[in-house]
T-cell receptor, first 114, second 114 residues
Framework: DGGITQSPKYLFRKEGQNVTLSCEQN?????MYWYRQDPGQGLRLIYY???????QKGDIAEGYSVSREKKESFPLTVTSAQKNPTAFYLC?????????????FGDGTRLSIL | KNQVEQSPQSLIILEGKNCTLQ??????????LRWYKQDTGRGPVSLTI?????NTKSNGRYTATLDADTKQSSLHITASQLSDSASYIC?????????????FGTGTRLKVLA
């Protein structure tokens, strides 16, 4: 079955530590996205990438970094500069930004501070 | 400012009853509107997507409506089931310089009781 796989499902970060969240898709989608979900708030865009080796900052990119070396992979690193990293992180993909394209989401990674 | 507002914030209904969730948006220019279902601890799953010219779309017991003039959408759930318990998220997309942007509502949390 095609889909998006996020790992790990739960992740704990210590002070001053960088952590990397994995996102892999086998849908052959060009575009990939990272969102952050906090209680009582809508999803907020961290980074997105429309093609390999290219990515753009979203609305809340500070303290995060990404890479897009392969079409199927879009890992997100939460750096020590992100002072409030506790959240539910969702990765999504779509064939390409288009009028009627639906984003497909992974099942998320919940990040907490130790 | 582009915004998507959903109401109610939460809703409790008995199994077998119908319910309607609301979504009002102030997004311009409008591209399309999507409804997602998000189970607790999972990623959102697409229910419907509607463009400007569509005013109703069904997916099983889910029926979405769109009034582009008043910038309102609703999601009607018929004969609710326990498995309908989830958050329902309205997302409106817009374009800026050829790039699509997705504006997420904060969701309506639905609880269906036996």
């Amino acid at each position: 079955d095609g889909g998006i796989t996020q790992s790990p499902k739960y992740l704990f970060r210590k002070e001053g530590q960088n952590v990397t969240l994995s996102c892999e898709q086998n849908l052959n989608h060009d575009a990939m996205y990272w969102y952050r979900q906090d209680p009582g708030q809508g999803l907020r865009l961290i980074y997105y990438s429309q093609i390999v080796n290219d990515f753009q900052k979203g609305d809340i990119a500070e303290g995060y970094s990404v890479s897009r070396e392969k079409k199927e992979s879009f890992p997100l690193t939460v750096t020590s500069a992100q002072k409030n990293p506790t959240a539910f992180y969702l990765c999504a993909s779509s064939p390409r930004d288009s009028t009627i394209v639906t984003q497909h989401f992974g099942d998320g990674t919940r990040l907490s501070i130790l | 400012k582009n915004q998507v507002e959903q109401s109610p914030q939460s809703l409790i209904i008995l199994e077998g009853k119908n319910c309607t969730l609301q979504c009002n948006y102030t997004v311009s220019p409008f591209s399309n509107l999507r409804w997602y279902k998000q189970d607790t601890g999972r990623g959102p799953v697409s229910l419907t997507i509607m463009t400007f010219s569509e005013n109703t779309k069904s997916n099983g017991r889910y029926t979405a409506t769109l009034d582009a003039d008043t910038k309102q959408s609703s999601l009607h759930i018929t004969a609710s089931q326990l498995s309908d318990s989830a958050s329902y998220i309205c997302v409106v997309s817009t374009t800026t310089s050829g790039t699509y942007k997705y504006i997420f509502g904060t969701g309506t949390r639905l609880k269906v009781l036996a």
